[in-house]
């Protein structure tokens, strides 16, 4: 994984806070563009410059916020979440909204809404068996809007998921992606330059690359 400098701009920077598969997404996004220059960064320079930027993320909700702050990222995550082509990731995704009951913890604000726990009672099957948590494994993702991140995708392809909580979008104008786990809910938003997505892409194969294929080349417009 590079490392560049600040004067140096990536096409895609990911960002590095310490916690996520950083060497998955970034050897994801080298198979889909190996023209370009993918970059992991912890620095707020190089995040600045760069073209494109991915948020990803596994863990906590506040070690996620703690680190960003530690890191003094934060600042940095937001502007490139308003300005430029930008990918959330798992709890790089959860992070996006204003609230999580992970910890009880304040996110990003960027996106109205709450992130939730997967309650013990609502889990269970349409035959009433009870269904594990954290949700791990392939389900399929229903586009609920269209979206350029979506072009060769077919609606109901199976993606990757790994999380015990889920977002609860207060728009539900942002919503372009569902899933269900046993009820429906959102997996993907997306408004303006930022498009978001609970399930990992750098694990679910074909249409996986296909999203980050998508975003490589995309202007950040609908």
């Not at 600040?6 to 590095?16: G, H, L, S």
């Not at 994801?28 to 993918?38: G, W």
């Not at 995708?153 to 919503?175: K, M, W």
Request: hydrophobic share 45%.
């Amino acid at each position: 994984m590079p490392v560049l400098s600040a004067v140096e701009a990536a096409d895609v920077a990911i960002i590095d806070y310490g916690m996520g598969n950083l060497l998955s997404v970034s050897q994801a996004f080298e198979h889909v563009a190996p023209e370009k220059k993918i970059v992991v960064t912890s620095d707020p320079a190089v995040i600045s410059a760069a073209a494109r930027v991915v948020f990803p993320g596994v863990g906590a909700m506040p070690d996620c916020m703690r680190e960003l702050n530690r890191r003094e990222l934060l600042e940095a995550v937001k502007q490139a979440a308003v300005s430029k082509p930008f990918l959330g990731i798992c709890l790089g995704m959860q992070a996006l909204f204003a609230h999580s009951e992970e910890g009880d913890c304040a996110g990003l604000g960027l996106l109205p809404g709450n992130v939730r726990l997967f309650r013990a009672p609502a889990m269970k099957d349409e035959n009433g068996q009870k269904l594990k948590v954290p949700h791990i494994g392939w389900n399929r993702v229903h586009q609920a809007a269209k979206h350029p991140l979506w072009a060769g995708i077919e609606d109901g392809a199976r993606f990757y998921f790994v999380h015990s909580y889920y977002t609860d979008p207060a728009d539900q104008d942002v919503v372009v992606g569902l899933t269900h786990y046993p009820f429906p809910f959102a997996c993907a938003v997306a408004r303006d330059n930022l498009f978001a997505v609970q399930f990992h892409p750098e694990k679910s194969q074909a249409a996986g690359l296909a999203l980050l294929a998508n975003f490589v080349t995309w202007d950040g417009s609908r």
